[in-house]
């Protein structure tokens, strides 16, 4: 690894839905008590990136900044242990290892990390904490938190607004940093109880096949789009325009992103993506690309995971992407294929004008500590979270997120590698979820990437609007859960051909009569007695 992108009955806090025993909790954090538990932001800036953020954009770095600047003057820790249960997607390192070891120096304290399977850390989860043991630290991502999760992290975890709300915070200067969206993010039953890793405004792209594509021009609108499928497809060559782009086509047609985000305000009224003409244009746009055969015929059979390959090996020409995987491709492609240019397509609203752009959860990782940890040890892993958030280009940074100079990474024109023994023991990343500074770009060993990203992303970010229920941790009542599920299907039939997308109206219909109105009024609820969350 040569680079690193650094990369939340009536509803008030959190009331019970099924009467007191049933342990099932909906609703969300209140909005308007939101300032008496979030941090204030205090921006570093320490370190200076070479392309900047524009509006909330991620900052850019080409280069690894010589000399690194520290961000924590000394040890936080005070010789505690602490016991801490992250996942791992990878093989777990030896305990004791010389990462670690080093890192605990660093910090003042031992951290004895307890890895678990990223794979099947859902599972884990629900096992820990329907015990009695809790580990002192637990790492919970977002797509984790099902089930009774959530009400276990508002039972079990500590409150850590005494120690970071308001100015409080200033005494973690890298904490500090952290945007707002990210802590509005963390706060479960109407306290800030997660630590969390930050996530780019924008996390999704139509990325297109610039070396192919020469000096075509590149698409601007819906029809631009469409008159790139005809020029470019040739299926006597095995070469389609497209791979499946129903989520970029979504941002294109301005629609709302799914729960808890897929309503908006019309005339004072709550209105659902499914009911709105956008979703309707959309549906029809994606159907014209299936009828005039400009997608990959494996797209178009669902099969998701080969998407990347189409894309490398030049059979399709645009696909849509977690913009995280961009580095990953470039630098798999740099060997096989010299020219490989993959570039990200700048989003456009149908008709070629400004797009609405709806801001991602601003945090996919949380980390919280355990109630039962007294207040000395609470205030010195906050400390340590403090070493964990320090920004690219720091000593701190260097230090967790590779290990040591020359035992677990060289240094050679300014790009650091891992060796073997960093591979082993400092890259399986377990550190990281302790705390995560801002999401930076950051790639000193593909400079012109860096240029590209944070460029594209700085491009999109004037067209970025925080959706009505922004940074808010809602869970809708069991009883709603499956009711958007027949939409999964019913938008695949019609953009494949199998439905039309008249059908939508009666599904819409069904959808209302079994439960949308009232899923409406309930959300309706939350905006009366919280306000919205953008």
Known sequence: MA??????????????????????????????????????????????????????????????????ATSVKSAPGKGSAFRIMTPLWGTVPKKNNPYYTAVNKAVGATLNFDPQDGNTYQDKIGAVLAGSDIPDVVTIPGWNMQGQIRNAITAKFADLSPYLAGDAIKKYPNLANIPTGAWQ???????????????????????????????????????????FGKEYTDAK??????????????????????????????????????????YREALDFARKLHDGGYVHPDAEAGKDADSKI?????????????????????????????????????????????????????????????????????????????????????????????????????????????????????????????????????????PQLVKDYAGWMARQAPNVKKPLFFGMQIVEPQRYASLYTPFDDLQK?????????SDVDAAVTTWKNSGGDKLRDWYQGILDKNGSGN
């Open 493 to 501: 039939d019609i953009r494949r051909g199998r439905k039309k997308v």
């Open 185 to 227: 993010y963390s706060v479960f039953g109407g306290k800030l109880r997660g630590l969390p890793m930050p996530s780019p405004i924008l996390g999704n792209a139509i990325f297109y096949r610039k070396d192919l594509i020469g000096s075509g021009a590149v698409p601007g609108s819906a029809a631009d789009l469409l008159a």
């Open 3 to 68: 680079a690193v992108a650094v990369a939340g009955g009536v509803p008030l806090l959190a009331a019970c839905g099924g009467g007191s025993g049933s342990g099932s909790k909906e609703g969300t954090t209140t909005g308007k008590a939101l300032k008496k538990v979030l941090p204030n932001y205090v921006p570093s800036n320490l370190v200076q990136p070479d392309v900047a953020g524009v509006n909330g954009s991620s900052p850019g770095f080409t280069e690894l900044p010589d000399p690194l």
């Open 310 to 446: 189409r894309f490398t090996g030049g059979r399709v020409l645009m696909y849509n992407d977690g913009t995280g995987g961009w580095k990953g491709m470039v630098t798999e492609q740099a060997a096989a294929n010299p020219k490989f240019d993959m570039q990200a397509l700048d989003f456009f609203n149908q008709d070629g004008g400004k797009p609405v752009l709806w801001q991602d959860d601003p945090a996919g990782i949380f980390t919280f500590l355990s109630k039962t940890l007294p207040k000395a040890k609470i205030e010195e892993f906050l400390g340590i979270a403090d070493f964990a958030a320090a920004p690219y280009g720091t000593k701190e940074f260097m230090l967790t997120n590779y290990g040591v100079q020359d035992t677990h990474y060289t240094i050679k024109d300014g790009v650091p590698t891992f060796t073997p023994q960093g591979i082993q023991e400092a890259q399986p990343s377990t550190f990281l979820f302790l705390a995560s500074p801002p999401h930076t770009i950051a790639f000193p060993d593909e």
């Open 237 to 278: 060559k095995k070469v389609w325009a497209f791979d499946d782009l129903w989520t970029c086509i979504q941002k294109i047609f301005g629609l709302l992103p799914d729960a808890p985000h897929y309503w908006q305000l019309e005339n004072g009224k709550l209105v659902h993506k499914i009911e709105t003409q956008e």
